[in-house]
């Protein structure tokens, strides 16, 4: 398997702009200049001086770039960076460049297509013209809404050759495999930063998910949910894989359902995959294998790949109770619930498995009786009363970024031990702030994230993971989601 490239593509407001981020760009083997973006577009400007290989684009509006310009002029544009010798010019099709293509035999000329809508249903159709016309790299770039609208851009990748050298791209969020697997995908180059839909930060490719490391034997794991792009999870588990000097990936995973992850993960090979809401429950539906706690939770929250068929476990609860027994005696510990769903349910079967006394609390009463259910707990009213616990736990996402103002528990509400936030971002929430001014101790998700992602790694991999590790990437990656907002 080839090694895909990795390009940059660089935006600004004007020229002078353009070519500084041009040359401040480091540890990249091509730059793309998008003069659509800029207001003085320079064919010259844009290739003298350059330090690497560039790609000049310049895209219309109607194709999903911003030249405001005529055509006659953008024609003029990429016509000159072709004839002033440019590394590449990325030329969309049916766009009338027949000829320029013909006259220099395809040399240096990217032949591109973008469908901002889906996946063509002709697709490999598509490819197939585009190939014809003889250009030095044909560029396929479609809107993924779902992991398997990568499944024919994975087929046309894999058909390249040397000779017939290809750039495909599944848009957003589901399509972020294409991208960090662009050698897989039968890519050239893979492009970084921010100006499309599921671009990857070039450091975040560099180092997050250690692009320049992946090989062809590299197994593939990732966490599988809808929406996924908040999860930190990638940066504990590929921070850990790289402590450990093992050959893996652990990508981000936005799902349409669990057939979807499913079809996706056999093609792909995936190995194994943490599951999140809104699928621990369905994925159950997956699995022929099951540990105790998975069934007795009803949902899973691991699962790996075991000869034909899926194994699936849950870790939440032995997550959830690590952190908290090094800091209290559960057994005859009163303890309330906060929340009714998958979080909800891990957290009373592991309380009341340790003893404490539990009860369960939901806007929706009939929602706190199915959790209370699972455990030895009881459904009470929103929220607790004052005096009647020692462990509040909250279950629910209220608090996570960016709405960290919010809280789910009014301050003169907070009048026992403990409470312990499952949300881990921010690291210090409202809840907890206001439980401290009131004279309670607090814990954070973050503590538990890790203990139950340790859990995860060990079972896949039979190598237990250093929780420091995953702690420092943990806390890194939260800076970066606060820096990029």
Not at 17 to 23: A, G, P, S, V, Y
Not at 129 to 141: F, L, W
Not at 410 to 427: A, E, I
Not at 443 to 468: D, H, R, S, Y
Request: hydrophobic share 40%; net charge neutral; aromatic share 6%.
């Amino acid at each position: 398997m080839h090694r895909a490239q990795i390009c940059l593509t660089v935006m600004a407001d004007n020229m002078a702009e353009l070519r500084k981020r041009r040359d401040g760009a480091s540890d990249v083997d091509l730059v793309e200049l998008r003069l659509d973006s800029v207001s003085d577009p320079d064919v010259q400007a844009a290739l003298n001086g350059r330090r690497c290989p560039v790609i000049i684009t310049c895209r219309s509006i109607r194709d999903g770039g911003l030249f405001k310009g005529s055509e006659e002029e953008r024609r003029r544009l990429l016509l000159e960076a072709v004839d002033s010798g440019a590394d590449y010019v990325d030329m969309e099709w049916n766009r009338g460049f027949e000829s320029a293509i013909k006259k220099r035999g395809g040399r240096n000329i990217v032949l591109s297509m973008h469908d901002f809508q889906g996946v063509p249903h002709d697709l490999r159709n598509q490819y197939r013209t585009m190939q014809a016309m003889g250009a030095a790299v044909v560029k396929v770039a479609v809107t993924a809404t779902r992991l398997c609208d990568l499944l024919p851009l994975l087929e046309i990748g894999q058909t390249t050759t040397d000779q017939d050298r290809a750039v495909v791209i599944g848009m957003g969020v589901p399509g972020l495999a294409s991208r960090i697997l662009a050698s897989r995908f039968g890519s050239c180059w893979t492009y970084v930063g921010n100006a499309a839909p599921g671009q990857v930060d070039v450091d975040q490719m560099l180092e997050h998910f250690r692009y320049r490391h992946l090989t062809s034997k590299t197994e593939v794991f990732g966490v599988v949910g809808n929406p996924i792009s908040h999860s930190i999870s990638p940066a504990l588990h590929n921070a850990s894989f790289a402590d450990q000097q093992r050959d893996a990936v652990y990508l981000p995973l936005e799902a349409y359902d669990v057939a979807d992850f499913v079809r996706f993960a056999k093609a792909l090979s995936i190995k194994g995959a943490s599951i999140t809401a809104p699928f621990k429950q369905t994925m159950l539906t997956q699995v022929k294998k099951t540990d105790s706690a998975a069934r007795l939770i009803g949902a899973v929250n691991t699962v790996r790949s075991e000869s034909d068929c899926w194994s699936g476990i849950n870790t939440d609860a032995e997550g959830f109770l690590a952190p908290l027994k090094q800091r209290i005696q559960l057994q005859g510990l009163r303890a309330s619930v906060l929340g009714a769903g998958g979080a909800a349910r891990a957290v009373t079967v592991g309380l009341s498995q340790a003893g404490a006394i539990v009860s369960v609390h939901a806007r929706r009463l009939d929602n706190a009786k199915a959790v209370a259910s699972l455990g030895k707990a009881v459904a009470r009213t929103w929220p607790p009363l004052p005096k009647t616990w020692d462990l509040l736990v909250n279950a629910t996402p209220v608090g996570t970024f960016p709405n960290v103002d919010k809280t789910p528990m009014k301050p003169d509400c907070l009048d026992g031990r403990l409470v312990y936030d499952l949300v881990y971002n921010p690291t210090q929430t409202q809840l907890m702030k206001d439980a401290s001014q009131q004279g309670c101790d607090v814990l954070g998700g973050l503590e538990m994230l890790v203990a139950q992602a340790q859990a995860q790694a060990e079972w896949w991999t039979g190598a237990k993971p250093n929780p420091i590790v995953m702690e420092q990437a943990a806390m890194k990656a939260l800076e970066w989601m606060v820096r990029d907002s």
